[in-house]
């Protein structure tokens, strides 16, 4: 471009001779001729040490390479081709197959007095990016060609080659249905063999009858992909593919090709399978689990490692498979109880019926079902915190610590299913100390279940005069809250002062918060506890006035 500065070959010379892959980026600022730099280009094209190749690499899968790129590009695909260099080979033909994109266009036509239209896959007009659309067709065809030869001349290499590459096309590349036909090289290879497909001279069809629904996989080569040691390296492209059309292709081609190999798939293998981000690749490794004939023989370390996918569909399917093949007696205390804390719906279901079947009797097994209080499935904690207070909930076992930590879950259900667990003449509910850290708690379910205990027993264990007016107080002020659980508290504290007058000037102030609430239903209940509290002991009037100025009372203790 005019006025730009040239860079100076000995500036990139050190540049490269330093290892810093800089130089390319100031290779490609410049937008002109690039000829005067072709000695350091052919001496990076030759170099084969390993920044070297991995700079090759990641400048040929660029796609942002401007036409300022071609020089460089062509030289690496005729070096990479003389070579035999099947990984920078593998990356010429993606990136090739990548440089075309047809687009969809509608044409219409009148037949009968009607409008009908077709659509088409057309080229844009505007030239492609680096080079023009004959050479680009050129590249596409020839890339393909290096690996057909290679399937006739060196069939052991061809299956690892064609792999390698497969794993470098990317979602981005296949935006669109038509962007897998436009994958001229994918396409022989995947579905070179297809009845579906149809191939011209440059560029992939689907038939006239056949749609991209009926597309399975079908390669050139397929005797090649059949032989029992191709197996690996699908499964490679499987774990490995960064886009979804290559990943079915590859678990296609595995169902058909290596149905009886999988049956003997290790755990290990099958761990990353169900691992997957991909949830057809989990469904496919599920379905694995379901039929492999050396699941009895996993070990246990890998039963918990595969329970603890990150999948939510394929776990259902594993824990059918555990309670198919793996006799529970195999678990040790410690797993189930692992096993019960997790938040998956059926692992948590699953723990909790081995931990029910196993017989604990030492005091180390007992104490240890305290770490359910960590469970994580509201859907099953209820049901945990029920069964581990049934067992932690006895004397010579109760421990304070250990049983305040279920009723301070954060998960709802489990505090409500340790209340349940709560029955009477129990070690927790008849200490003091129990109930004194419950009143601590931060929880309002917490508070309205106190509320309710008050009134079914009119008196809890540690329920001094200040712990129950802070306890009325956060039920009364609570503003998403309302209804029975606040009239009970009112009429608990008027029956707390009629009883224990002396706790009058802690609870008094209670009350007035009540009167003056802006709902009319806690006033009105409010008021009618504090004329219910100065009738029964009238020397209470003078507390009143103190606490409720505005409040007039008569000598007969009514208020107006």
């Known amino acids: 471009m005019p006025g730009e500065r040239p860079i100076s070959s000995l500036v990139l010379a050190e540049l490269y001779d330093s290892g810093n892959a800089s130089f390319i980026d100031l290779l490609l600022r410049r937008k002109s001729n690039l000829k005067p730099y072709v000695g350091l280009i052919e001496k990076w094209k030759k170099d084969k040490r390993a920044w070297a190749r991995r700079l090759k690499l990641d400048f040929v899968l660029r796609r942002d390479l401007g036409p300022e ?32 994109r047809r687009k969809r266009v509608k044409q219409y036509r009148y037949v009968n007095r009607q409008v009908e239209f077709t659509e088409t896959l057309k080229l844009p007009q505007r ?167 050396t699941v009895s023989s996993f070990p246990m370390t890998t039963w918990m490692d595969l329970l603890a996918t990150r999948s939510p569909t394929v776990v259902a399917v594993i824990v059918e498979a555990f309670r198919k093949h793996v006799s529970f007696d195999r678990l040790t205390n410690a797993q189930a109880i692992e096993l019960t804390t997790r938040i998956a719906v059926p692992v948590a279901r699953l723990g909790l019926e081995v931990l029910g079947g196993k017989t604990l009797r030492s005091d180390t097994d007992l104490h240890a079902l305290a770490k359910l209080a960590g469970a994580q499935c509201s859907a099953v904690a209820a049901e945990i915190a029920r069964f581990a207070l049934s067992r932690l909930n006895v004397p010579r076992v109760y421990d304070l610590a250990e049983i305040i930590a279920f009723f301070d879950s954060r998960i709802l259900t489990m505090r409500q299913g340790a209340f349940v667990a709560l029955t009477g003449q129990t070690p927790a509910d008849t200490d003091p100390a129990f109930w004194a850290r419950l009143f601590e708690s931060p929880y309002d379910d917490v508070r309205i279940e106190f509320v309710a205990g008050l009134k079914a027993r009119g ?60 709902r009319a239903p806690e006033a009105r209940h409010g008021l009618a506890a504090v004329i219910s509290a100065v009738e029964a002991i009238p020397s209470l009037a003078d507390s009143v006035r103190q606490y409720l100025p505005e409040l007039q009372l008569d000598l007969a203790g009514a208020a107006r």
């Open 69 to 100: 790129a071609r020089l460089i590009f062509k030289r690496l695909f005729k070096q990479a081709w003389a070579d035999r260099d099947h990984e920078l080979m593998g990356a010429c033909m993606v990136a090739s197959d990548c440089m075309l």
């Open 127 to 293: 030239r492609p990016r680096l080079f023009s659309g004959s050479t680009t067709h050129y590249l596409r065809r020839r890339a393909w060609r290096y690996f057909r030869r290679l399937g006739f001349s060196a069939p052991d290499q061809y299956v690892p080659a064609v792999a390698e590459a497969l794993v470098r096309y990317t979602d981005n590349d296949m935006r669109m249905g038509e962007n897998l036909l436009d994958n001229w090289a994918l396409m022989h290879a995947c579905f070179g063999k297809s009845p579906a497909i149809v191939f011209n001279a440059r560029h992939t069809n689907l038939s006239t009858e056949s749609g991209l629904s009926q597309l399975s996989a079908a390669p050139m080569f397929e005797r090649l992909w059949a032989k029992p040691e191709s197996m690996p390296a699908l499964l490679d492209v499987l774990l490995r593919a960064q886009c979804r059309p290559v990943r079915i292709w590859a678990i296609q081609l595995l169902r058909r090709l290596h149905e009886s190999s999988l049956a003997r798939i290790d755990g290990a293998m099958l761990l990353k399978l169900i691992d997957h981000t991909d949830a057809d690749v989990a469904a496919f490794a599920a379905d694995l689990l379901g039929n492999a004939q």
């Open 459 to 518: 008196d809890l264990p540690g329920a001094s005069a200040h712990n129950l007016a802070l306890l009325w107080q956060r039920v009364l002020l609570n503003i998403h809250r309302g209804g029975r659980a606040k009239l009970s508290a009112l009429r608990q504290i008027s029956d707390r002062i009629t009883a224990q007058p002396q706790t009058a000037s802690t609870l008094l102030p209670v009350l007035a918060v009540a009167i003056r609430s802006v």
